[in-house]
């Protein structure tokens, strides 16, 4: 059985991250949202909400060569 609602929110979501759409992934994520990475050692870091959307912020203010788009911040 699907469950159509979740299929239609990734939907959703991936389409915010492919385009870059930082409005809506901020939307889409808690307050309280924590990103934790672990690399092949086993060690781990945690990157809160507003450094993970700091991320999305920088990428959609950068052309593919990495020129700064003006307006952004």
């Not at 990734?10 to 809506?24: H, K, T």
């Not at 990157?47 to 020129?67: A, D, H, L, P, Y």
Request: aromatic share 10%; charged share 25%.
């Amino acid at each position: 059985m699907e469950d159509n609602a979740l299929i239609e929110a990734m939907e959703r979501y991936f389409q915010a991250g492919i385009v870059l759409d930082v409005g809506r992934l901020d939307s889409i994520y808690a307050p309280d949202f924590v990103n934790i990475r672990t690399d092949q050692s086993g060690r781990t870091v945690s990157i809160t909400k507003e450094q993970f959307m700091q991320t999305f912020r920088r990428m959609s203010c950068t052309t593919s060569s990495g020129v700064w788009l003006m307006g952004c911040r």
